[in-house]
């Protein structure tokens, strides 16, 4: 049978998928080894480590500071699978060449050890949300990664209006395209927007929306697509990664009389930066 507790900084897991999306961004499906997942809300996050010793991938840059061999390097991801599964977890990565962890992760193959924490943690999550509200999930690159979870798990289970806004230089950085995209054509509670900022590099023509999501949002983008005015009493906007889309979305809402969400103060905008 399973062990319950596992050993801290065990490599507990093992890689089982790994997606290459584009040169910059993989899609990793984790699965545990002799310890079973603990239950998790969709939008929370948990941690993934590798010691400094592991390689690093070809495409990495020189690492800024020379680690001990030993040290085990841990951050922190958002997780992309459904909570209802119990089998693996999945996560939507980008590489930072210089970092100390991606190049690490990069450099997985199927089969390879990896480490994931076990508590699985975070407020970014639709429970926050009245079930009589619609809700907006916005996310530029790998911030999609919470809102496929939610849309895997019970997100579509609700009566409400679900628009998902999901900002990239390009379309082949735009991950989780096809299943949005198919998820959108099998229910009237989902519009998916997808939109990029550089068609110009595009292979062949782009004809969705090129705007910065918060040009979309100041267009009355949520109107056009889901045929209601967004206010504070209808809706609840969820805006993950870029801090700087994330702070000029927020400036944007607060002027429309939306408020940050926190335990102590509920508000309609919630926002995970990374
Ligand atoms: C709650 C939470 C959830 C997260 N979920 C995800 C996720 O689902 N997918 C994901 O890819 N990342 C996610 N992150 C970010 C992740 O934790 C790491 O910070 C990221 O992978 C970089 O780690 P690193 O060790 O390779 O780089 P580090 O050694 O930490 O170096 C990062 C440095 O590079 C800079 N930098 C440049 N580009 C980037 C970039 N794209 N991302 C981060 N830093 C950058 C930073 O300013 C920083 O100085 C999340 C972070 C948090 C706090």
């Given at each position: 049978?399973?062990?319950?507790?596992?050993?801290?900084?065990?490599?507990?897991?093992?890689?089982?998928?790994?997606?290459?999306?584009?040169?910059?961004?993989?899609?990793?499906?984790?699965?545990?080894?002799?310890?079973?997942?603990?239950?998790?809300?969709?939008?929370?996050?948990?941690?993934?480590?590798?010691?400094?010793?592991?390689?690093?991938c070809e495409d990495a840059t020189e690492e800024p500071k020379q680690l001990a061999p030993d040290k085990m390097i841990k951050?922190?991801?958002?997780?992309?699978?459904?909570?209802?599964?119990?089998e693996f977890i999945e996560f939507?990565?980008?590489?930072?060449?210089?970092?100390?962890?991606?190049?690490?992760?990069?450099?997985?193959?199927?089969?390879?050890?990896?480490?994931?924490?076990?508590?699985?943690?975070?407020?970014?999550?639709?429970?926050?949300?009245?079930?009589?509200?619609?809700?907006?999930?916005?996310?530029?690159?790998?911030?999609?990664?919470?809102?496929?979870?939610?849309?895997?798990?019970?997100?579509?289970a609700k009566d409400r209006k679900i628009t998902v806004i999901h900002g990239a230089a390009n379309s082949w950085d735009l991950g989780y395209s096809s299943e949005l995209t198919l998820l959108e054509s099998i229910t009237d509670k989902l519009k998916y927007v997808p939109t990029i900022t550089n068609p110009d590099k595009e292979p062949s023509k782009w004809n969705g929306k090129t705007q910065f999501i918060q040009d979309l949002w100041e267009d009355g983008i949520i109107e056009k697509v889901a045929g209601y005015k967004p206010t504070p009493e209808n809706c609840h906007i969820f805006i993950c990664r870029n801090p700087n889309m994330i702070n000029t979305m927020v400036e944007s809402l607060e002027k429309d009389g939306f408020t940050e969400h926190s335990k102590r103060a509920p508000g309609q905008i919630h926002v995970e930066k990374f």
């Open positions: 049978m399973a062990k319950k507790i596992k050993m801290k900084n065990e490599l507990n897991c093992r890689v089982s998928q790994v997606v290459q999306v584009s040169p910059s961004m993989k899609i990793f499906r984790i699965v545990p080894e002799g310890w079973e997942l603990p239950g998790f809300e969709a939008g929370q996050f948990v941690a993934l480590y590798l010691p400094a010793s592991a390689e690093r951050k922190a991801y958002s997780i992309a699978s459904s909570s209802k599964n119990k939507y990565i980008t590489l930072v060449r210089s970092g100390a962890l991606t190049p690490r992760l990069f450099n997985l193959e199927i089969g390879d050890k990896v480490g994931m924490g076990s508590k699985f943690v975070g407020m970014f999550t639709l429970d926050q949300v009245p079930d009589d509200k619609n809700v907006v999930l916005i996310a530029t690159g790998t911030g999609v990664a919470p809102y496929m979870s939610m849309l895997r798990s019970d997100a579509l």
